[in-house]
């Protein structure tokens, strides 16, 4: 029973709980708890109300799902400086890149490291995102497909997406697509020459003896 200014509710051991409140029943409050199995990974920050998962048109904000990974507040809730332009820090570094790049490292055949320190660091990451075991993987899961999908989870919006797909040979000429991909709804494979940037013809105009990228 629910008393004003009782003791507090003894929660036995961390984990989900559900909590019912019964405003029923006559006289007094009664509620229950119950610890949920129910595990999700934390990493999944979207706007979906009102929202279509596909994007038919790039140019509507309701196309496709917003990303509520970064907010413009403090640690205390409130409103950044500045409304326009967010002041938020954005991570440049974060420990779980280096224990994926290691992965990364250990499974393209690289020295000095070994696939049981890689799936711990794999499982480090995976168990923060999900607060639980659950999120843990087996070594039969650990492979390169898996990693490339692994930093997409943790690192979209971060400004990694690119790279990590030119890097894993996914970006241009495969059939690994996404919507828009090539400027066509369903995705389309893209030369290969965008891979790599063009450089900016204001320092090939400073310095002749720069060369433009090849397929620019």
């Known amino acids: 029973m629910l008393e004003y200014d009782g003791a507090n509710i003894n929660i036995p051991v961390s984990g989900t709980y559900t909590i019912r409140l019964y405003f029923d029943r006559p006289g007094f409050y009664?509620?229950?708890i119950e610890q949920t199995s129910v595990v999700f990974d934390?990493?999944?920050?979207?706007y979906t109300d009102g929202q279509n998962l596909d994007i038919d048109n790039v140019s509507e904000f309701t196309e496709g799902y917003a990303v509520t990974k970064f907010k413009n507040l403090t640690r205390d809730g409130a409103p950044g400086s500045d409304l326009t332009h967010a002041?938020?820090?954005?991570?440049?570094?974060?420990?779980a890149d280096a224990y994926l790049m290691y992965a990364e490292a250990?499974?393209?055949g690289?020295?000095?490291?070994?696939?049981?320190?890689?799936?711990?660091?794999?499982n480090a990451v995976r168990e923060?995102?999900?607060?639980?075991?659950?999120?843990?993987i087996s070594a039969d899961e650990l492979t390169l497909d898996f990693i490339l999908d692994e930093l997409a989870r943790e690192f979209?919006?971060?400004?990694?997406?690119?790279t990590d797909l030119v890097r894993f040979g996914k970006f241009s000429q495969t059939d690994y697509l996404w919507q828009w991909k090539g400027g066509v709804k369903n995705g389309t494979p893209v030369s290969s020459h965008l891979d790599v940037y063009p450089l900016p013809g204001t320092d090939i105009?400073?310095?002749?003896?720069?060369?433009?990228n090849p397929g620019y």
Not at 205 to 212: C, E, F, M, R, Y
């Open 87 to 95: 002041d938020t820090d954005f991570p440049v570094f974060r420990l």
């Open 30 to 32: 009664t509620y229950s």
């Open 205 to 212: 105009g400073a310095n002749p003896n720069l060369v433009q």
């Open 106 to 108: 250990v499974l393209r």
């Open 156 to 162: 979209y919006w971060e400004c990694h997406r690119r």
């Open 110 to 122: 690289g020295s000095g490291g070994d696939l049981s320190t890689a799936l711990n660091l794999v």
């Open 42 to 46: 934390r990493r999944a920050l979207f």
């Open 128 to 136: 923060r995102a999900y607060q639980s075991p659950a999120g843990r």
